[in-house]
């Protein structure tokens, strides 16, 4: 470990890869794709810095998010290049806040074990439809509302019926995701921004996102409720 001119800490790549939670062959894969900037030499030996690491996180962060490298490739392509490491820990929270566990691709009989039955072609197609399921490179990923998509399975409910409810969903549901992004970005990021911040402020903004993100979910759950109840009580005063 070593120090620049400013007095920032350096790390070898093997430091950089411990602290960072990857493996030395794994940080040197992402630096050669262009994840991870050039290091700074001294004589033979390569050093990272805090930027170093803050882009390493964010690759992994969107990794373990389900994102693919293309995808975080293109996202970080779009960075500008003096972006501090406050910023891009505040683009890391942005990003990772509304997503939940990683998404996993499946073989067909890992899906059908997770699922607790088999599953045939059609079985697989309503899964798809009602967003349960995605059709992945070589298999398929389980998305979590898998055992909602496979309860509907078992429903004497039409086809059709079952399709239009899960196009609603997804049509309410992206609205509302684009909307609270929004909020958060406006009313959340940008004042912060706007201030001068340490690295431990762009932490505990980070993990204000992640509660955040729990108790925005629980109220559009607690919302909804509220709203087919409305509903239901409407249809009982006009009956």
């Given at each position: 470990?070593?120090?620049?001119?400013?007095?920032?800490?350096?790390?070898?790549?093997?430091?950089?890869?411990?602290?960072?939670?990857?493996?030395?062959?794994?940080?040197?894969?992402?630096?050669?794709?262009?994840?991870?900037?050039?290091?700074?030499?001294?004589?033979?030996?390569?050093?990272?810095?805090?930027?170093?690491?803050?882009?390493?996180?964010?690759?992994?962060?969107?990794?373990?998010?389900?994102?693919?490298?293309?995808?975080?490739?293109?996202?970080?392509?779009?960075?500008?290049?003096?972006?501090?490491?406050?910023?891009?820990?505040?683009?890391?929270?942005?990003?990772?806040?509304?997503?939940?566990?990683?998404?996993?691709?499946?073989?067909?009989?890992?899906?059908?074990?997770?699922?607790?039955?088999?599953?045939?072609e059609h079985d697989l197609t309503m899964l798809e439809k009602v967003g349960s399921i995605e059709r992945g490179a070589t298999g398929y990923v389980a998305l979590p509302s898998l055992r909602v998509g496979v309860e509907l399975l078992d429903l004497d409910v039409p086809e059709d019926a079952v399709e239009a409810a899960g196009e609603a969903i997804r049509r309410h549901m992206t609205a509302l995701?684009?909307?609270?992004?929004?909020?958060?970005?406006?009313?959340?990021?940008?004042?912060?921004?706007?201030?001068?911040?340490?690295?431990?402020?762009?932490?505990?903004?980070?993990?204000?996102?992640?509660?955040?993100?729990?108790?925005?979910?629980?109220?559009?759950?607690?919302?909804?409720?509220?709203?087919?109840?409305?509903?239901?009580?409407?249809?009982?005063?006009?009956?």
């Open positions: 470990m070593g120090e620049d001119a400013d007095g920032e800490q350096l790390l070898t790549i093997d430091e950089l890869a411990a602290v960072t939670r990857t493996t030395v062959r794994t940080t040197r894969y992402y630096a050669s794709l262009g994840l991870v900037p050039p290091p700074v030499r001294r004589g033979r030996v390569a050093y990272y810095g805090a930027e170093h690491r803050a882009r390493l996180d964010m690759v992994r962060a969107l990794q373990e998010h389900g994102f693919t490298l293309q995808a975080i490739e293109r996202f970080l392509a779009g960075l500008p290049a003096d972006a501090t490491v406050e910023e891009l820990a505040l683009q890391r929270a942005m990003l990772t806040s509304w997503t939940g566990q990683p998404a996993v691709e499946l073989t067909r009989e890992e899906l059908e074990e997770r699922a607790g039955r088999s599953l045939d995701a684009d909307e609270l992004t929004e909020v958060l970005r406006e009313g959340v990021l940008a004042p912060y921004r706007r201030a001068a911040h340490s690295p431990e402020d762009a932490a505990r903004l980070e993990r204000t996102m992640s509660r955040l993100r729990q108790l925005t979910l629980e109220a559009v759950v607690a919302g909804f409720q509220r709203a087919a109840n409305a509903v239901i009580a409407r249809s009982l005063k006009q009956g």
